[in-house]
């Protein structure tokens, strides 16, 4: 059975961190940035699984060998960097993903947004719900770039606060998701084999599901479900296909829908809502609506095309 998110320890505040790491107290109740190569941080010093009250965005120098996308594992020698939003469950499978510490650690209560627009922006980066393994593999060019706005934003912690760090600290947090955005595109982009291995083994999973008529006792296929049997996490699978598509999981869950709703009702003698049923609509007049929303037709009007 799963553990539930309330057996694992929780850490609320940045001095429990700090104790924990054995380090000085923070300078900031809100946000701190921890240098590895300066405390010489390790896995131990934490519980092997826990939760944070904050985003914590780290940067690893060194990504163990062998990570899985999907269902094929791939090399990777480089470091990178992982993201957590508030009240995940971290530890264990981050530390065993990687070796050698972390050269940074930024860890950001949600309040340090607050009146920002950033406070509202941060929740739709996806990348905070990735999963481990689904980590941005960066080149050195790319660590460069990242290592400076670190250094940026330590160095501002370390000199004396004033009225105007927040804002820089802010705008250099800012910068570094917009980075994170970018390289993440270029990494779905270069994986371009490993997503349309996996682009084709989405559609094999929509055709299984409606050809074998799981859509009539379980319903219309979800997000959840695809990723699973992909074995990515729900934004992961979403943003590569974005960046392959244009279109999000959900749009192509959709698409098959009216795929396989055209190919009913064009090529049976079923009725409309003999179809709705077997495409895992409760209601007739839900798949009325989906179906015109979609083709500018109603099911009745299409059908009526072809006689």
């Known amino acids: 059975m799963k553990k539930e998110e309330n057996s694992y320890p929780k850490i609320d505040s940045l001095s429990d961190v700090h104790r924990a790491f054995g380090l000085p107290m923070p300078v900031h109740p809100l946000i701190s940035l921890l240098d590895g190569a300066t405390y010489q941080i390790i896995a131990n010093s934490l519980p092997q699984s826990y939760v944070l009250k904050f985003y914590k965005i780290s940067l690893k120098p060194r990504l163990n060998g062998k990570l899985k996308y999907g269902q094929t594992y791939y ?3 480089e470091g990178g960097l992982l993201f957590a939003a508030p009240n995940q469950v971290v530890g264990g499978s ?3 993903h990687t070796r050698g510490g972390s050269l940074y650690i930024l860890l950001i209560h949600p309040d340090f947004f607050l009146t920002y627009p950033l406070a509202k922006k941060i929740k739709q980066y996806g990348f905070f719900s990735y999963s481990t393994n689904e980590a941005l593999h960066l080149s050195d060019k790319e660590k460069s770039t990242i290592i400076s706005i670190f250094k940026i934003i330590e160095d501002e912690l370390n000199s004396r606060l004033d009225d105007f760090s927040q804002d820089v600290i802010i705008s250099q947090i800012e910068l ?4 994170a955005n970018r390289f993440y595109k270029r990494q779905f982009l270069t994986r ?4 349309n291995d996996l682009l084709q ?3 094999e999973i929509l055709d299984d599901y409606f050809n074998n008529e799981k859509s009539l006792s379980q319903g219309i296929p979800t997000v959840q479900y695809l990723s699973e049997k992909l074995n990515i996490s729900p934004s992961y699978l979403s943003d590569m296909l974005r960046a392959l598509t244009g279109k999000n999981a959900q749009h192509h869950i959709h698409l098959k829908v009216i795929e396989k709703a055209k190919e009913k009702l064009s090529a049976t003698n079923l009725t409309i809502s003999e179809v709705a049923y077997e495409l895992g609509f409760k209601y007739p007049q839900s798949f009325n609506r989906f179906f015109k929303a979609k083709t500018k037709l109603s099911p009745l009007d299409f059908r009526r095309s072809f006689n």
Do not use: H, I, M, R
């Open 94 to 96: 981050d530390e065993s």
């Open 75 to 77: 090399d990777f020698g």
């Open 201 to 203: 083994k989405l559609e």
């Open 192 to 195: 371009k084999v490993v997503s």
């Open 176 to 179: 570094l998701l917009n980075y």
